[in-house]
């Protein structure tokens, strides 16, 4: 098996005559302990990253949808209203995503005091 395989569950029946079988638990070996120490210093290490990038992309979802949303309402309005509101448009949608931006920042400031 895989490395990456460590059990193997097989499921019969269903409702109340479910019944659940492990047909394959890999062993853990102490070489295979310190690779798991290690990952898990690793993780720990980039996880602080993986949230910043998170909440960035999140934010850039914001923006776009904002922008999205305020395109719409301009192009409703008829003829070339949308072009005329479009630097507005982008500079709100720009502020809503960057407002986000710092909402995460301060909150991963209170999260950082609290460990």
Same mark, same amino acid.
């Given at each position: 098996?895989?490395?990456?395989?460590r059990?193997?569950?097989?499921?019969?029946?269903?409702?109340?005559?479910?019944?659940?079988?492990?047909?394959?638990?890999?062993?853990?070996?102490?070489?295979?302990?310190n690779?798991?120490?290690?990952?898990?210093?690793?993780?720990?290490?980039?996880?602080?990253?993986?949230? *910043?990038? %998170?909440?960035? /992309? &999140?934010?850039?979802?914001?923006? +776009?949808? !904002? #922008?999205?949303?305020?395109?719409?309402?301009?192009?409703?309005?008829?003829?070339?209203?949308?072009?005329?509101?479009?630097?507005?448009?982008?500079?709100? *949608?720009? %502020?809503?995503? /960057? &407002?986000?931006?710092?909402?995460? +920042?301060? !909150? #991963?400031?209170?999260?950082?005091?609290?460990?």
């Amino acid at each position: 098996m895989d490395k990456l395989v460590r059990r193997v569950t097989v499921v019969q029946g269903g409702g109340e005559n479910r019944h659940a079988t492990i047909v394959y638990e890999r062993d853990r070996d102490d070489d295979e302990d310190n690779d798991d120490e290690l990952e898990s210093d690793t993780k720990s290490f980039f996880r602080p990253l993986e949230r *910043a990038v %998170r909440h960035m /992309l &999140k934010a850039e979802v914001i923006m +776009a949808q !904002e #922008a999205y949303e305020r395109h719409i309402k301009s192009a409703a309005h008829g003829r070339q209203q949308w072009l005329l509101d479009m630097p507005s448009n982008i500079l709100n *949608a720009e %502020r809503k995503g /960057l &407002k986000e931006i710092r909402k995460a +920042a301060k !909150e #991963a400031e209170h999260e950082d005091e609290g460990d």
